[in-house]
């Protein structure tokens, strides 16, 4: 009897210690499921990769939360599944940051990748810096960018932070442009983004954030988003203040959706180069088309002559309902956006990434620098 009760102690002792003490990593609860990630003790920093956000989504369609919870625990060990992309060299892109590693890429793709101080819980209410990542809008991942050392320096410097990256739809899955498209398919992609803003609202807490204090931050194509955040908000409050690092709303410029319907554009050639004609079925065909078929014809309209930069990689102002129904420089001529604190500014010298002018690329041959100059606005 004795015995007996004290191996219930035991197991009840056992069952009560830290998941970070044990063998096995940290667990958080999540509107998508239990997920288990790692422990770094040498840096005092839990990590969970390839979190989904939302479900898998439809191809042009907005994405819609996990309803129905995965029994038992996910692992939350390795990161999900890129965003569709062209390789660097086909688009003439830059590389801005780590080298992109986007190898493994998949339309299912709405994972979202946190590192936290070892052990914060709900008691903790850290605030939480959210990095939206560059590339043009058509290429990037949230898995560029390891959050360890930000997040170690925040527990030395005594002002512990939890840091959260994410993927969104890319290029033509998230920015395609159509008279054809539905008002729900424009601009998925920033879509996504506000899907995944909501997602950490409702789960800041269980994984030791406030959600009151989040702040959003990007680079490039990050910071125009971000900009976009202030002027077409979510109805629902979802960040406290915002860090735009080397772009604006306001470049490369918004142009109407029926841009892309023009001869040449990127939706003409995709339609016709698919055989999905021009006509009103054309948006459904390109939509269920199976992405073998899709992404190799998709990604050739990323090259020129169709433009002389990737057409999917801005936004377009399409009706009410598509993210974007106005031009955000008229927004901001009428003071019509968020007024939350905000730190923007530019790299300094980052220009010189694009037009060769320093020293290192100036070294290099001319035909090293894929970028064709008229192209230099779209980043
Ligand atoms: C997660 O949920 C499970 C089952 O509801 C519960 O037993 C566990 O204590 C929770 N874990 C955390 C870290 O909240
Ligand atoms: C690729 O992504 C999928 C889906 O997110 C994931 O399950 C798989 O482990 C990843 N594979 C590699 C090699 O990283
Ligand atoms: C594609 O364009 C060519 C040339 O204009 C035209 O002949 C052809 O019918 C088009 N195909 C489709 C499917 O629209």
Same mark, same amino acid.
């Given at each position: 009897m004795l015995l007996q009760d004290s191996f219930k102690f035991l197991l009840l002792t056992l069952s009560l210690l830290p998941a970070t003490l044990g063998s096995r990593g940290p667990i958080v609860n999540t509107t998508s499921g239990s997920y288990i990630g790692v422990h770094d003790a040498d840096n005092n920093v839990d990590v969970f990769k390839g979190i989904r956000y939302a479900s898998p989504p439809k191809r042009f369609t907005p994405a819609a939360p996990i309803a129905t919870k995965p029994e038992g625990l996910q692992s939350a060990v390795?990161?999900?599944? +890129? *965003?569709?992309?062209?390789?660097?060299?086909?688009?003439?892109?830059?590389?801005?940051?780590?080298?992109?590693?986007?190898?493994?890429?998949?339309?299912? *793709?709405?994972?979202?990748?946190? /590192?936290?101080?070892a052990s914060a819980s709900i008691e903790n209410k850290l605030p939480i810096q959210v990095?939206?990542?560059?590339?043009?809008?058509?290429?990037?991942?949230?898995?560029? $960018?390891?959050?360890?050392?930000?997040?170690?320096?925040?527990?030395?410097?005594?002002?512990?932070?939890?840091?959260? #990256?994410?993927?969104?739809? @890319?290029?033509?899955?998230?920015?395609?442009?159509?008279?054809?498209?539905?008002?729900?398919? @424009?601009?998925?992609?920033?879509? +996504?983004?506000?899907?995944?803003?909501? $997602?950490?609202?409702?789960?800041?807490?269980?994984?030791?954030? +406030?959600?009151?204090?989040? #702040?959003?931050?990007?680079?490039?194509?990050?910071?125009?988003s971000v900009h976009l955040h202030y002027f077409f908000p979510d109805s629902r409050k979802t960040f406290r203040a915002g860090i735009s690092s080397s772009g604006t709303s306001q470049a490369p410029g918004t142009v109407p959706c029926e841009w892309h319907d023009r001869p040449g554009g990127g939706y003409t050639i995709l339609s016709n180069i698919t055989g999905c004609g021009s006509g009103a079925a054309s948006f459904r065909c390109l939509q269920d088309l199976p992405f073998d078929t899709f992404w190799p014809l998709?990604?050739? #309209?990323?090259?020129?002559?169709?433009?002389?930069?990737?057409? $999917?990689?801005?936004? *377009?102002?399409?009706?009410?309902? %598509?993210?974007?129904?106005?031009?955000?420089?008229?927004?901001?001529? +009428?003071?019509?956006?968020?007024?939350?604190?905000?730190?923007?500014? #530019?790299?300094?010298?980052?220009?010189? @990434?694009?037009?060769?002018?320093?020293?290192?690329?100036?070294?290099?041959? %001319?035909?090293?620098?894929?970028?064709?100059?008229? %192209?230099?606005? /779209?980043?």
């Open positions: 390795g990161f999900g599944a +890129d *965003c569709p992309q062209p390789p660097l060299v086909e688009t003439g892109g830059v590389a801005l940051g780590p080298p992109l590693q986007a190898t493994n890429q998949s339309e299912d *793709c709405l994972f979202l990748n946190i /590192w936290r101080p990095y939206l990542h560059g590339g043009g809008l058509f290429e990037g991942s949230g898995s560029e $960018w390891d959050g360890t050392g930000l997040v170690r320096r925040s527990i030395t410097t005594h002002k512990p932070i939890i840091f959260i #990256t994410f993927n969104y739809r @890319l290029g033509v899955l998230g920015f395609i442009g159509s008279a054809q498209a539905p008002n729900s398919a @424009l601009n998925v992609g920033l879509q +996504d983004q506000r899907r995944a803003l909501r $997602w950490i609202q409702d789960n800041a807490a269980n994984f030791g954030g +406030d959600a009151l204090r989040v #702040t959003i931050s990007g680079e490039s194509a990050g910071a125009r998709a990604l050739s #309209t990323y090259q020129p002559p169709v433009g002389s930069r990737p057409p $999917w990689s801005m936004v *377009c102002k399409g009706p009410q309902g %598509s993210f974007i129904d106005e031009y955000p420089s008229k927004k901001a001529l +009428d003071g019509d956006f968020l007024n939350l604190p905000i730190i923007t500014g #530019t790299n300094l010298n980052e220009g010189n @990434l694009l037009i060769g002018a320093n020293n290192f690329q100036a070294s290099r041959p %001319s035909s090293e620098y894929s970028i064709p100059p008229t %192209s230099i606005t /779209w980043i």
